[in-house]
């Protein structure tokens, strides 16, 4: 079969082409090769330490999807869940520390996961505008102070020896207060528009599940003001019971905060 000279020239050319491509296709597969769970782990840290979150979750990813059954594989999941977090990606930090924590309940670091769940929903400074107009956060709806608070809860009650303990409380006793603000001020919106039962009730909620907040003093003067609204007088004056043995003139109000604490510590 005769091939003019243009035609030889082309399958000439195609022919070095697809040998080139299945060089280079065999060359990366021996690299492929080299490269080791160990090599992937190091390569990811160094980036995490580097503040190269995004870099280090690429790394992290491939070490993971090619190595899933290795030592470094498992760590690499929990760092992973601090490197979305720090790269502001909350939903995908939320779902790797609860796959974690689901696949390895026993593991001697899950305590890490919860505690890093925790900071994803622990709530924000203040935006700009904000900021700009001094806005009280304690009327900004709590979102997701209430996971965050269960997250440091379970590190806190499950893992009281963990190095993140401490830190969970601290947190906790902001959020406490942070929630108990905010149904206080809902309280005295019911009461300002003259729902007493629907304040009643914000108010007591407020006392009973975060006791010792600074708030309840408020939400007690609240509850005393409902029931004498709505003429429940023993009510009343079982509350009046309360503040005065908590807030009379002689005892300060950071004491009274530590008598009967809502959670034990």
């Not at 899933?68 to 601090?82: N, V």
């Not at 979102?143 to 993140?164: G, L």
């Not at 003067?221 to 009046?240: F, G, H, M, T, W």
Request: charged residues 25%; positive net charge.
């Amino acid at each position: 079969m005769y091939l003019s000279g243009p035609v030889r020239a082309s399958l000439l050319a195609l022919s070095i082409a697809l040998l080139t491509v299945s060089g280079c296709a065999s060359h990366k597969q021996q690299q492929d090769k080299k490269v080791t769970p160990e090599a992937l782990y190091k390569k990811a840290h160094k980036s995490l330490d580097s503040y190269d979150y995004n870099g280090a979750i690429k790394t992290y990813e491939q070490l993971t999807a090619r190595f899933p059954f290795t030592d470094e594989s498992r760590q690499a999941r929990l760092d992973l869940i601090y490197a979305y977090y720090r790269a502001g990606e909350s939903e995908s930090a939320t779902d790797a520390a609860d796959t974690f924590i689901r696949e390895n309940p026993t593991h001697p670091r899950v305590d890490y996961a919860w505690y890093v769940k925790g900071l994803v929903d622990f709530e924000h400074p203040p935006n700009a505008i904000e900021s700009l107009f001094r806005a009280d956060l304690t009327k900004r709806a709590p979102s997701n102070a209430r996971k965050s608070f269960a997250s440091f809860k379970t590190v806190v009650e499950q893992y009281p020896k963990s190095v993140y303990a401490h830190d969970a409380l601290q947190r906790m006793v902001y959020l406490r207060d942070r929630l108990a603000s905010y149904e206080v001020h809902v309280a005295r919106y019911y009461f300002k528009r003259g729902a007493y039962v629907a304040a009643a009730q914000r108010a007591r909620g407020a006392i009973e599940q975060f006791d010792g907040a600074p708030a309840t003093r408020d939400a007690l003067e609240i509850l005393i003001n409902s029931y004498d609204k709505l003429d429940l007088q023993p009510l009343a004056v079982q509350a009046r019971e309360v503040y005065a043995l908590n807030f009379s003139a002689s005892v300060a109000t950071d004491k009274a905060a530590t008598k009967g604490h809502w959670w034990n510590f």
